[in-house]
């Protein structure tokens, strides 16, 4: 059945072909408390609430590959964090199958400078498990196919951007997730690397 996004209950859908549905969804981003009633008293203008994305419906079958389009600005990213439950939403219903499990690539990656390439996506293997964990031939099998095998003990500080980008990439396909959400996904690659996610 719907549910709010900032649960992360797995459910299936109210339609079987369909991976994701959005009725009626809403972010809208109301200044604080702090915000609104102490700094007006310092002669700080209240700021506005912005609307981020309003009413917007949409359903993806299963098997479909869609894409959001827009302007900078136009609520693309806070539609996908919405939909991977990293925020609540203003109103409306998110329904997702969860049944096979999601991977992210968020615009923005969190990186631990001192872990190497094998240890980030083998810790999002870890935390993605339900009991069993990918072995160590399949997870360096997975690193290779987003061409980063040459840097696998490689410290994520020594990386390029798009190397970096890679390994977020790698971390949204681990343990063969039925839903994922590329947020920006080629960001800081170049054109040769573009390929991986075409």
């Not at 549910?3 to 969804?25: C, Q």
């Not at 200044?31 to 917007?56: C, H, M, Q, Y």
């Not at 600005?73 to 991977?84: E, H, Y």
């Amino acid at each position: 059945s719907a549910r709010r996004a900032s649960t992360r209950a797995k459910t299936t859908t109210s339609s079987p072909d369909h991976n994701i549905i959005l009725t009626n969804f809403s972010k809208h981003w109301t200044p604080s408390w702090f915000r609104r009633n102490v700094l007006t008293k310092f002669g700080v203008k209240a700021p506005e609430t912005v609307i981020a994305v309003d009413n917007f419906s949409m359903k993806a079958r299963k098997g479909q590959i869609m894409v959001l389009l827009g302007a900078n600005g136009s609520g693309k990213s806070t539609t996908l964090d919405a939909i991977a439950g990293l925020n609540s939403i203003t109103s409306g219903a998110i329904e997702i199958d969860g049944t096979g499990g999601l991977g992210l690539c968020p615009q923005k990656n969190v990186m631990w400078d001192e872990l190497n390439v094998y240890e980030h996506v083998r810790i999002f293997n870890q935390l993605k498990s339900t009991g069993t964990y990918d072995t160590k031939e399949t997870i360096e099998d997975l690193i290779r196919a987003c061409d980063l095998g040459h840097k696998i003990k490689a410290q994520s500080s020594t990386l390029s951007g798009g190397q970096r980008q890679r390994i977020g990439i790698a971390r949204a396909f681990i343990r063969d997730a039925r839903i994922l959400i590329l947020d920006e996904p080629t960001a800081a690659l170049d054109a040769e690397s573009e390929e991986l996610v075409m």
